[in-house]
């Protein structure tokens, strides 16, 4: 149960930053999506509970980092 409750916290954190940057710097999430994950529908998978692996996480992280 404790791991349900961490990565769905990693989901949302994903998510809000991904938001952040979607705000800051103006990409499209769709862009965003087919930019660190190859997949136009990542972020509104994540909205819809998407639970991201921690590859997946430092990834997009890395890239929004990179591109920001």
């Known amino acids: 149960?404790?791991?349900t409750i961490s990565m769905?916290?990693?989901r949302q954190a994903l998510l809000d930053e991904i938001m952040n940057f979607n705000r800051t710097t103006g990409?499209?999430?769709t862009n965003i999506g087919v930019e660190t994950m190859g997949d136009r529908?990542?972020?509104?998978s994540l909205r819809e509970g998407r639970l991201?692996?921690?590859?997946?996480?430092?990834?997009?992280?890395?890239w929004m980092s990179e591109n920001g």
């Not at 529908?41 to 509104?44: A, D, E, I, L, T």
């Not at 692996?53 to 890395?62: A, D």
């Open 1 to 3: 149960r404790g791991y």
């Open 8 to 10: 769905e916290y990693t």
């Open 27 to 29: 990409w499209k999430v």
């Open 41 to 44: 529908n990542f972020v509104q």
């Open 52 to 62: 991201p692996r921690r590859e997946t996480f430092i990834k997009v992280r890395q």
